[in-house]
């Protein structure tokens, strides 16, 4: 059982450039999560999808796009990278029954200079 | 508004020592959930515990403990005996009612702790 898998561990683009953070979880799960973690803070959540072709905003949204095509798969898309966005990005996964109980993948780290 | 601190941004111990990551909520709900969750050198965060915010009961697993107070809006939590394997990344995180909130949590900035042998 393989869980949350993200894909790349690790990226370096240049400014401008666009790229894909692929997510896949096999646990059937409804709930899907991307957030970002820059040092010395917390999670903040950029969005997040209650089901197959549903997906909506998160706190920092910005320059960032996803999709929900299956219940599998929520890829998240950096449009015109900036050093800002610089980060670990992180994506997770639950269930209605897991009552808050998320699944985080190993995490991406991106950076962009 | 709702918030999470967690003031203790580094903590260093010798092994066998008992440490508590302080955690403290802010929020107007009368429903919510509190979390901590665990981020080790891989990377990857562990969920530990969930409470709501109606069961005040201390809980104990293990070397793992946490103090849920209302009164202080405080979620700590504590480590008995503490081993080099628990130095890790620790979030505390709040949410309110689960199912209104699509489960989003909001989290405490980290506590990093360094366990020394």
């Known amino acids: 059982n393989a869980g949350v898998t993200q894909t790349p561990k690790f990226r370096i683009l240049k400014i401008g450039q666009s790229m894909t953070l692929q997510c896949t979880q096999d646990?059937?799960?409804?709930?899907m999560y991307w957030y970002r973690q820059d040092p010395g803070m917390g999670l903040k959540l950029i969005y997040y999808?209650?089901?197959?072709?549903?997906?909506d905003k998160g706190e920092v949204p910005n320059g960032y796009n996803v999709s929900r095509s299956t219940t599998e798969d929520f890829p998240l898309r950096l449009e015109l990278a900036a050093p800002s966005q610089t980060s670990v990005y992180f994506c997770?996964?639950?269930?209605?029954?897991?009552?808050?109980?998320?699944?985080f993948g190993e995490g991406s780290r991106l950076t962009v200079l | 508004a709702q918030k999470v601190t967690q003031a203790q941004t580094e903590i260093s111990v010798v092994e066998k020592e008992d440490v508590t990551l302080d955690c403290v909520y802010e929020t107007r709900d009368t429903t919510y959930y509190l979390f901590w969750y665990k981020q080790p050198p891989s990377g990857e965060l562990v969920f530990l515990i969930r409470r709501n915010s109606f069961d005040e009961q201390n809980e104990i697993s293990g070397r793992y403990s946490w103090n849920f107070q209302k009164s202080t809006s405080s979620f700590n939590f504590t480590i008995t005996a503490s081993q080099v394997v628990d130095s890790a990344v620790y979030f505390c995180a709040l949410s309110p009612d689960l199912m209104d909130s699509n489960y989003q949590l909001i989290w405490g900035a980290g506590t990093k702790l360094i366990i020394k042998p």
């Open positions: 999808s209650v089901g197959a072709g549903i997906t």
């Open positions: 646990m059937n799960h409804n709930y």
């Open positions: 997770a996964s639950s269930s209605t029954e897991n009552t808050g109980e998320l699944f």
